[in-house]
């Protein structure tokens, strides 16, 4: 029984781990995204003003900088904007035909960077006060309105799936403790008809327990560290553009699995001792 213990606390940790790896890597997409969420304005053009537009550009660049909900400001030329055009065309390997122009048609723009996309009407109105320089704020509201959305439904989806997995990993494990100290019943009648307290009798089961708990983690974290390599590069893949920290997530996996480990054995073998015990 206790190997059975075992072999269900490595599966169950091994399991709860892939979970928490998947939210990881989908919270990190998430924060990514948001990060990208951007209100840009595009600036005025003036023929033979450019150098005043550039002034006026910059004097707005830093009032919009001073605002708490913005993280950074860009200020994006003309040119800088026809060369980022060009660029997409031959990624998508389309022809380019902007040689052919007599003049740049590409406004200058401001991109403003949110510290949090669901606040940014404070920038938005600043933006739109600003006709002599601004001629268009390109609108933010719906794309921001539906990012905030679909990234909502990931994160508590994401967190009561770790919930569920979690509670199922605890249901089984204790069950499966509480089958080892069902076939030691015997015992435990034994002890206490020979006059052993109740805490002689559960501390040798709790310590079994944590042991079982440890050891579990231990062949779990093994499995874990074999498949790091194929797991990571499986990951990297799958979440190509996503700056994950691969130090912090082992971390944060060997804590999660041996605090797990640990925690389920000591509480089941506690849980299935004290229904022996009365109390």
Sequence with gaps: MSLAAIATMVLMLLLLAGFWLLQAGLAAGV?????????????????GAEAVLVVQA?????????????????????????????????????????GYLDRNPLPASLEVSLVDPRDYQAVDDLLSSREEVVEDVVEVQRL??????????LRTGGFVVLLVVG???????????????????????????????????????????????L??????????????APVGDMMYGFFRVLPLELGTIARDIVLLVVGTGLGVGILGSWLSVRSYLGG
């Design 31 to 47: 924060a990514y995204v948001e990060e990208k969420v951007e209100i840009v304005a595009d600036l005025r053009d003036v023929p």
């Design 58 to 98: 910059e004097a707005l660049a830093a009032d919009v900088a001073t605002l708490p909900q913005v993280r950074a400001v860009r200020y994006v030329s003309k040119d800088e904007a026809l060369a980022r055009f060009r660029a997409r065309l031959l990624e998508r390997g389309q022809v380019d035909l902007t």
């Design 144 to 153: 921001i309105e539906r990012l905030t959305s679909v990234t909502d439904v």
């Design 167 to 213: 509670f199922v990993v605890l249901f089984i494990i204790v069950n499966t403790i509480r089958l080892a100290v069902v076939a030691r019943r015997e015992e435990i009648e034994i002890m206490r008809l020979v006059g052993a307290s109740d805490a002689f009798i559960r501390w040798p089961f709790i310590f079994e327990g944590a042991f079982v708990g």
């Design 215 to 228: 050891l579990g983690a231990a062949v779990a974290l093994l499995v874990l560290g074999l498949a790091a």
